[in-house]
Each structure stands twice: as structure tokens, then as C-alpha cells.
């Protein structure tokens, strides 16, 4: 998305002006300031340009996160409301999972949500799927 300029970052507030990077050049062996303006679609391009495939300082982020992974509620009837069938004991559940990614710096991904765990590209969000909500309703009956 960022190499399209498609994402939000590629225009902060709805604006693509040129802006310079902060930085520094290499003249000789100084370096001084960066001034020179480039264009959001020159920069983002050079960021995800072939062989840096976006491994950038843009695109590092920490995945430390605080989310609410899970919620169970059950209620067991009372055994006066059972009396008169052959269940002895039952008890209604239901519980949600990945209910809540709560805070991240991860601009809206999820870092459980990763393109691959089995090679050196972990952590790469690569057009992942995202975590799926899940809802449980259970019933226990006991005879």
C-alpha cells in the first residue's frame, strides 16, 4: 500500500506536498543536513524499491501490544429448575477469542497476523489475513 500510496501514511493529513527527510548526506567525509524536497511517491518508492523490499526504518515497528485474548461467561441452572428431568446437572457457556487488540504501534496490524513463522521472513506482514474473532456457545448436561 505505502509503495502504491495508497496507505494513510503516504499522505499525512490528506496532503502529498514534497517535504524533506530528515537525514544527513555524505559530502566527502562530512556529512551535513539533508534539505532537498522529494516527492511522497519518490520517497515511498525508494522505500520499498527492489532488494530493500521496505526493511526500513518506516517500516519497523515494535510489536508489543495489550489486547483482551478471551471472555467466558457460563451460568449452571440451579438444580430445583432440573428437578423433574432425568438431567442432573447443566450449564450454559459462551466465550468470545481475540476480542480486543486494545493498543499497538502497529498502525492497525495485528502482530500475531505475520506472513510466515517458518522462515527468516517472520514477522513480514506480507497481505496477511487477519486474526479471526471467534464466538463459543456451549451446553454441559450431566445424567
Same mark, same amino acid.
Not at 503516504?10 to 539533508?34: D, K, L, M, W
Given at each position: 500500500?505505502?509503495?502504491? +500510496? $495508497?496507505?494513510?501514511?503516504?499522505? /499525512? !493529513? *490528506? &496532503?502529498?506536498? !514534497?517535504?524533506?527527510?530528515? *537525514?544527513?548526506? &555524505?559530502? +566527502? #567525509?562530512?556529512?551535513?543536513?539533508? $534539505? $532537498?524536497?522529494?516527492? /511522497? &511517491?519518490?520517497?515511498?518508492? &525508494?522505500?520499498? #524499491?527492489? +532488494?530493500?523490499? *521496505?526493511?526500513? @526504518? @518506516?517500516?519497523?515497528?515494535?510489536?508489543?501490544?495489550?489486547?483482551?485474548?478471551?471472555?467466558?461467561? =457460563?451460568?449452571?441452572?440451579?438444580?430445583?429448575?432440573?428437578?423433574?428431568?432425568?438431567?442432573?446437572?447443566?450449564?450454559?457457556?459462551?466465550?468470545?477469542?481475540?476480542?480486543?487488540?486494545? =493498543?499497538?504501534?502497529?498502525? *492497525?496490524?495485528?502482530? @500475531? #497476523?505475520?506472513? !510466515?513463522?517458518?522462515?527468516?521472513?517472520? +514477522?513480514?506482514? !506480507?497481505? #496477511?489475513?487477519?486474526?479471526?474473532?471467534?464466538?463459543?456457545?456451549?451446553?454441559?448436561?450431566?445424567?
Amino acid at each position: 500500500m505505502q509503495e502504491n +500510496g $495508497t496507505a494513510a501514511i503516504t499522505a /499525512p !493529513n *490528506g &496532503q502529498r506536498e !514534497n517535504f524533506v527527510v530528515p *537525514g544527513v548526506i &555524505q559530502n +566527502g #567525509s562530512t556529512f551535513t543536513p539533508n $534539505t $532537498t524536497a522529494v516527492s /511522497p &511517491q519518490l520517497y515511498w518508492a &525508494q522505500v520499498h #524499491s527492489y +532488494g530493500n523490499v *521496505g526493511i526500513a @526504518e @518506516e517500516n519497523i515497528y515494535d510489536a508489543t501490544n495489550v489486547r483482551l485474548r478471551n471472555i467466558q461467561l =457460563s451460568y449452571t441452572l440451579p438444580k430445583g429448575l432440573l428437578s423433574r428431568t432425568p438431567i442432573q446437572r447443566a450449564k450454559l457457556g459462551f466465550s468470545v477469542n481475540n476480542v480486543w487488540l486494545i =493498543s499497538g504501534d502497529m498502525n *492497525g496490524i495485528d502482530p @500475531e #497476523s505475520v506472513y !510466515n513463522t517458518a522462515t527468516n521472513a517472520t +514477522g513480514f506482514e !506480507n497481505l #496477511s489475513s487477519p486474526t479471526t474473532r471467534t464466538y463459543l456457545f456451549n451446553l454441559t448436561l450431566g445424567f
